[in-house]
């Protein structure tokens, strides 16, 4: 090792027989500045990769309208998740007994009751009498289309009052519900009634006023 050698640190490496102890520290200064300006290249690129993150985050949450997977219709598992999505309570379809059930409510359970037991003296019940479960559907039909006034007996009991028709602009269809539904409640088990049985008593009675009940007594004989 040769003393004080100016040219040591420029050359390209370091030539042990050149090197002095002063040169090899000046070389490590060298080298050590070298890496401070390796740090700020890190110290750039993780800010900015930072910006970006930041940037990121912002952009995801605008636009990913929290992750819903109805938003994105691209995956064929999406599709189908979308094409079942029913909002709650939407296009479910009613059966004829529920829409039968609702009409009675309306039309029918203010005096013959929400349980189809009527009221002892005024109303006679539905739930268990012979006229609704009448195995000719077409007697409850008459009923229901035209009214019934004056003395009837009804389960042995007697009552002698008046119910009006309380059809009005009812389709043939709703008719038919209603009539289903009081023949298949409370524990009633008759057969179902459809619309065109409905319209073919329409067509046999035509529009006339409340029936009697002996007018009714030869579905009895
Ligand atoms: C305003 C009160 C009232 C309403 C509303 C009413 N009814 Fe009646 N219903 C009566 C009365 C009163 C009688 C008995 C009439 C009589 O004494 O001749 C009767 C009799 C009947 C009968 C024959 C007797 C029996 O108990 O089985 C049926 C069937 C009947 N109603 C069904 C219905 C249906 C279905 C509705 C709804 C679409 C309805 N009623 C709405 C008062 C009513």
Redesign the pocket.
């Known amino acids: 090792m040769s003393e004080d050698n100016p040219d040591v640190l420029n050359l390209p490496g370091i030539d042990e027989s050149k090197a002095s102890d002063e040169s090899i520290v000046k070389v490590h200064s060298r080298i050590r500045r070298q890496r401070v300006a390796g740090s700020a290249v890190a110290f750039f690129s993780s800010t900015a990769f930072i910006i970006v993150l930041t940037f990121g985050w912002f952009q995801l949450r605008r636009h990913t309208a929290g992750y819903d997977p109805q938003m994105y219709l691209s995956e064929r598992g999406d599709i189908h998740a979308f094409l079942n999505y029913v909002p709650a309570g939407a296009g479910v379809e009613k059966t004829p007994f529920e829409i039968g059930q609702e009409?009675?409510m309306m039309?029918?359970?203010?005096?013959?009751q929400v349980n189809g037991e009527?009221m002892a003296g005024?109303?006679?019940?539905?739930a268990g009498?012979?006229?609704?479960l009448h195995e000719d559907a077409a007697?409850?039909i008459k009923?229901?289309l035209a009214?019934?006034?004056?003395?009837?007996t009804?389960?042995g009991q007697q009552?002698?009052?008046?119910?009006?028709s309380?059809?009005g602009d009812l389709e043939d269809r709703d008719?038919a519900n209603?009539?289903t539904?009081?023949r298949q409640s409370w524990g009633n088990e008759a057969s179902e009634v459809t619309a065109d049985q409905v319209a073919s008593v329409k067509e046999e009675i035509g529009s006339r006023g409340?029936w009697?009940?002996e007018e009714l007594q030869s579905y009895f004989e």
């Open positions: 009409l009675y039309r029918c359970s203010s005096c013959h009527g005024n109303f006679p019940p539905l009498s012979e006229w609704v007697l409850p009923i229901v009214g019934i006034a004056g003395p009837i009804v389960m009552y002698n009052s008046n119910m009006a309380v059809v008719v209603i009539v539904y009081i409340p009697t009940a």
